[in-house]
């Protein structure tokens, strides 16, 4: 596509439940990026991809989180037993190798309620 | 560990002012330095870049230097128009790939 795409754009869930973040990068990217960012807050890190393996994951609150990227394109952001505390607008990025301009998403914005 | 500050907003001036946003980093090594922009409904959106020390990015009228002695990366701009209304991010790539690490946003209102 032209664009980082996220979808949903924004999501309400209940305390307690799972939930799915699906990120569809610019096509032929191979480096894949999460972030989260909390109201006033920037952006922070939580996981890169290249290609189908998470290279780094050290941005990842806790054992709740967790993260894929099956064939190297599309990306999804699992989040179990969701908290209050998990409300923030989920950012994808994109880039063509790891160290080139990323490109974001709109995000997702996240409420558990 | 490495972070960035910038100032606090929001910012608010008259069409044609003269804009700046200070931002300081603390790092180890040489870090990539960037203005990030996100308009009013929109994604986040690189503004302008500079990879090693007295490097000045300049895009849409914005500009901002690497400043190694001070380890700041000001953003400024001569007039800003209404436009320029949006929340501006300071962030650095410490890594040899693409992690970025932000600062706090500071909020943009320019008025007519």
């Known amino acids: 596509g032209a664009g980082v795409s996220q979808t949903p754009s924004n999501k309400v869930t209940e305390k307690g439940k799972y939930v799915e973040l699906r990120c569809d990068p610019i096509?032929?990217?191979?480096?894949l990026y999460w972030y989260r960012q909390s109201l006033g807050q920037g952006p922070e890190f939580l996981i890169y991809?290249?290609?189908?393996?998470?290279?780094?994951d050290s941005g990842l609150p806790n054992d709740r989180f967790f993260a894929v990227r099956p064939e190297g394109s599309v990306s999804t952001l699992k989040i179990q037993r969701t908290e209050r505390g998990d409300s923030a607008v989920y950012l994808c990025?994109?880039?063509?190798?790891?160290?080139?301009?990323?490109?974001f998403g709109q995000g997702t914005r996240l409420t558990v309620v | 560990g490495n972070s960035v500050t910038q100032m606090e907003g929001p910012v608010t001036l008259s069409e044609e002012a003269f804009l700046t946003i200070n931002c300081t980093y603390t790092a180890t090594g040489y870090p990539s330095l960037f203005w990030y922009v996100q308009y009013p409904g929109e994604g986040l959106q690189l503004l302008l870049k500079?990879?090693?020390?007295?490097d000045k990015g300049s895009n849409k009228g914005f500009e901002a230097t690497y400043r190694k002695e001070t380890t700041s990366f000001h953003l400024e701009k001569g007039s800003v128009q209404v436009s320029d209304s949006a929340v501006y991010f300071c962030?650095?790539?410490?890594?040899?790939?693409?992690?970025?690490?932000f600062g706090a946003g500071t909020q943009v209102v320019v008025t007519p």
């Open positions: 962030a650095l790539k410490a890594d040899s790939w693409g992690k970025l690490q």
């Open positions: 991809f290249q290609g189908t393996g998470a290279a780094d």
């Open positions: 500079a990879t090693k020390a007295d």
């Open positions: 990025a994109s880039s063509s190798t790891g160290n080139t301009e990323a490109f």
């Open positions: 096509s032929g990217h191979t480096a």
